[in-house]
């Protein structure tokens, strides 16, 4: 009896070197990320943005996902697209290009795994993109494993450009995965203030490129499997931003389409900004490298 249940063990144990765990299956075929440098939560009491605001009202979000600290632009774009804090990628300046603290772990290009490097290896048939405004983005993706990155320079003097980069890009490769980031709320909220009328001025301008890139998503004929993410990397107070102010520190996540909850509203569950970089992971069905400690919000999928 002892041996018979040996050899059935024996057997289980076989069949399961031989069928390995399937990757998940993916939620949706494409993910469309816009994020606004700068956009604290705070300022969704004020803001005109229709076009935001349906897509809150279409899918789920929260307005407190928090930045980890400090509450500034490379560390938590890092976070964003890394999946972990401050202590663990080691990016801890407004302008790090390099982490400060050596990374805790580092992928064959050198750097922390992102997003895009665990795509490469576990899709890597897959067209990943990454479009910005802010150079300081390039160094934090790892554009070793992003098969189209690229910078809109002198938004000052064509201020839609990224727009127009976005919409092309959409309709020509239709995307597995594409973030769009902006910088131009971050600079108004630098030059005139943040929850100033020249602030809200600018949001509004930003959520008329959200309809335009959504609209791309469209016409590229992709819509139906596709999912919109909105988010930051960190709001702002005055003229700044760095601190431990919940204004800093608190950003909008949006997240609606494909095989998301329907009109779902505020979800309560706690997000953090590592947490971006994990809930898109887990709409592709990847693997996570066990040095990422996001979490992917599985509370907003149907
Ligand atoms: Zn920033």
Redesign the pocket.
Known sequence: MKKIAISIICCLLALGNIAPAQAAKPKAKHVVMIAL??WGAYSMKKAEVPNIRALMADGCYTLKKRSVLPS??AI??ASMFNGAGTEIHGYTT?GSHTPEIPSAVTNEHGIFPTIYSLMQEQMPEAETGCLYE?EGIKYLVDTLAIKHYAQAKDYDKQPDKLCTMAEEYIKAEKPAFVAVCF?QL?HVGHADGHDTPAYYQQLETLDSYVKRIVDAVKAAGIYDDTIILMSA??GGIEKG?GGKTLQEMETPFIIAGKGIRKNGGQFEELMMQYDVAATIAYIFGLEQPQAWIGRPMVQVFK
């Open positions: 440098d700068g500034s632009s938590n774009w407004w802010w910088d971050d990397d960190h931003h």
